[in-house]
């Protein structure tokens, strides 16, 4: 196949552990071996883009790197699998954006078995509006709805402004749950009584000092999205017979709890993992999106950008201070 040349957002390691970012011209030839071709329109910005963008080996072992774990497009050639020419398709999570060239560039090539057709009623910047933040919000979402009705108490979202945060308080909302969101943002209640959050309480009043194994209990279900004291707290508070989701870790990555909420309330934690989700259940989470679970956003929840304005946003993601979503737009000049 002829040689495609295209722009992306390339990461370098300049010197030992100091990393640049730049938009170069790169080629289909500098991508890996794969299945399939695909023309990206959309990606989005992730936590993890953001450590991937700027060298953290966990994330991305070897630089250069085009980082960009979401990617929605169009097929323009398949070697495998029930993809033809002109399908519109989206990949979240699996290797894409860590070690293998991701959406920030304006072409990805990836196995088959990664690729989601766009669910029918959705559009290829919808489903990046979602991305893998709103895919793990989903998963979340999904957990905690099989066990707890809107009428069993409140939901406690954390990291609520955040990416995972503001689609999954916007989803319980919309599926009828009262939602209290933490945030840390002072001057977020509007965005987040907005997209349907009941109650607002700071990262502060969050988080437990005093050490008790258990107290008192408020929160029907839990989706934590920051991990460390918040969560253990939301652990520790949880009702009987709730459910807590975790996914995230910009707290920190520790959970100092002991056995008393699972072995005295029954309560249950689940961990989500978006990236190596079974196809099935894929499948399942943006079937529901693009149908029972359809969103609508109020306006300034989604910021559509450029690969020139990466740059900014990544910082402000790094900083805690992403409100909502961030889509990037290819514009194919
Ligand atoms: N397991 C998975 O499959 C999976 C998938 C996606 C994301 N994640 C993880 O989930 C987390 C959130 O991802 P995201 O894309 O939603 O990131 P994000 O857009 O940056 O949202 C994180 C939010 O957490 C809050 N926050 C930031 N720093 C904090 C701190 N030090 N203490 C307490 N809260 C803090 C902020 O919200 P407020 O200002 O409103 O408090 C921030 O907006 C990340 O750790 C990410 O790696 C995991």
Redesign the pocket.
Known sequence: MEKITFNSLVVEETQKNQFTRRIAQRSTDDLPDGDILIKVHFSSL???DALSATGNRGVTKNYPHTPGIDAAGVVISSKKGDFAKGDEVLIT?YDLGMNTSGGFGEYVRVPADWVVKLPKGMTLKESMILG??GF?AG?SVFRVIQDITPQDGEILV????????SIAVSLLSKLGYNVV?????KD?SDFLKKIGAKDIIS?EDAADKSGRPVLKSRWAGVVD????E?LATAIKSALPWSVVTC?????SADLNINVFPFILRGVKLFG????NCPMDHRLQIWRLFSDEWSLSYPDGFCQEITLNELEHNIAL?LK????GRVVVHHNHN
Do not use: E, F
Not at 158 to 165: F, L, R
Not at 272 to 275: T, V
């Open positions: 992730n936590y993890k999570g893998t933040a793990t998963m954390t990291g609520a402004t955040g990416g995972v945060g969101a933490v945030s840390g943002k977020a990262r999205t920051v991990g460390g918040i996914c995230g870790m910009v707290a989500i993992d978006s990236q993601i805690g201070m992403q409100q």
